[in-house]
């Protein structure tokens, strides 16, 4: 007798009993547990107590690589099948049924690196010339804020949290002081078309956005004087790529891509680009040369006379 399926079937009870799951809930894990059952049976196991870590190991492999029967899962419901898997071995050792959790130190597949976003420079333009386009105080605030954004690749967090002395512009040159992950300051540079965006903002329309009770020295401010908030740059940023008609998924960390991706495309070394995005680790960086390397394929397919058949 398969001891197995009673087991599975007391714990699915547990769930839905004492806490409480949703019945939507409750059919994923029977789902993921039946499969284990199905693959432990093929493997010659009817008792928990017959469980060892190999076969989960195995287990996560199998969900992965499917077969003839079953399709390969995606790492995330990979991932959520494990989780299934842990939560009925810790059940069993609860319950003593088995002695030891053999399921406790096997980790779920880790996900798929997905690589950034970049958008190509003519839509970053676009965006940029759509956000200052109604020349008002807001509007003027908001093209220096995109364009820090992309100027020095800043997370939002640490573009909305800059102070007016956190800029240091002389005679066309410039820089800012970012704050960031950990409190880690850096130095980063910032070009013309930054500059003049923020003198322009600088002189006048931050002006007339100050208030008496707002923050005297945030130099992003909304219209009532206070901080600007990352929300509200979020929104910002959403309104003008939908002004500029840019279809793709657009967020302030779609211009810190883009902004490291031109960079390496212009011919950056990937050390530079890490110190001014602020990583600690150059491998955080080297995602983007991933970016890199694969428009350089596609541009190769698309324009070399013997790339194809």
Do not use: C
Request: charged content about 25%; aromatic content about 4%; hydrophobic content about 40%.
């Amino acid at each position: 007798m398969n001891a197995l399926v009673p087991a599975a079937t007391e714990y699915l009870s547990h769930l839905s009993v004492e806490r409480g799951l949703a019945e939507n809930t409750l059919q994923s894990y029977r789902r993921d547990l039946n499969r284990y059952i199905d693959f432990l049976s093929e493997a010659g196991v009817t008792d928990p107590a017959g469980i060892t870590q190999s076969h989960i190991s195995e287990f996560v492999v199998a969900l992965r690589t499917g077969d003839d029967e079953r399709q390969q899962l995606s790492p995330a419901s990979a991932a959520r099948t494990i989780v299934s898997v842990r939560g009925l071995h810790k059940f069993w050792l609860r319950e003593q049924r088995v002695t030891v959790d053999v399921a406790a130190g096997v980790k779920p597949p880790a996900p798929d690196k997905r690589l950034p976003t970049a958008l190509a420079l003519e839509d970053v333009e676009a965006i940029l010339d759509a956000a200052g386009h109604a020349e008002t105080a807001l509007a003027r605030r908001d093209r220096a804020l995109l364009e820090v954004l992309y100027g020095t690749g800043a997370r939002i967090s640490e573009a909305v949290g800059l102070d007016v002395d956190d800029l240091r512009i002389d005679d066309g040159d410039g820089a800012v002081l970012l704050r960031g992950k950990g409190g880690k300051e850096r130095v980063v540079p910032i070009g013309s078309y930054a500059i003049d965006a923020v003198d322009s903002y600088l002189r006048g329309a931050r002006v007339d956005l100050m208030t008496p009770a707002g923050n005297a020295s945030a130099l992003f401010l909304n219209a009532r004087g206070g901080r600007l908030s990352r929300q509200s740059a979020w929104k910002i940023l959403g309104t003008s790529a939908q002004r500029a008609g840019v279809q793709s998924d657009v967020s302030p960390h779609t211009l810190r891509h883009s902004f490291a991706t031109h960079l390496l495309d212009g011919g950056a070394d990937v050390r530079t680009v890490q110190e001014l995005l602020g990583h600690a680790s150059v491998t955080t960086t080297q995602v983007y040369t991933l970016v890199t390397a694969e428009r350089l394929r596609e541009v190769y397919a698309a324009t070399h006379p013997r790339a194809r058949a």
